[in-house]
């Protein structure tokens, strides 16, 4: 019912930003919530942000605290990371999720479609 792509991945220096989009389609979108996890090489994958369906709870892993933000655009049918004070330990392919949560949307079990990723890299 749901599919979604992600977009705006590219190589910034240490200290930027950068905006990360996931565009989704399906009329139930406004139903889903969503989240964003990332995986670097060798690592298992980590999960980043969340943002419930109606947009009234975030929530975010401590290491992104007061950096990372999600929002959503219902209009649009996209939901948004804003990625700022970006470190090079952040580089990793980021993947935007949809689901219903059974908690707080911080399992990637509680997301049903995923999409490909986009890979961010951070310099030095």
């Known amino acids: 019912q749901v599919q979604v792509v992600e977009s705006g991945g590219g190589l910034v220096q240490s200290g930027g930003s950068l905006r990360l989009s996931c565009a989704a389609s399906g009329r139930t979108f406004t139903t889903y919530s969503m989240g964003w996890f990332r995986q670097a090489p060798g690592q298992e994958r980590e999960f980043v942000a969340a943002?419930?369906?109606?947009?009234?709870?975030?929530y975010y892993a401590d290491s992104m605290k007061g950096r990372f933000t999600i929002f959503k655009n219902n209009a649009k049918n996209t939901v948004y990371l804003q990625m700022n004070s970006l470190k090079p330990e952040d580089t990793a392919v980021y993947y935007c999720a949809a689901g219903h949560w059974a908690r707080n949307g911080d399992r990637d079990y509680e997301y049903n479609y995923w999409g490909q990723g986009t890979q961010v890299t951070v310099s030095s």
């Open positions: 943002i419930s369906w109606n947009g009234a709870s975030t």
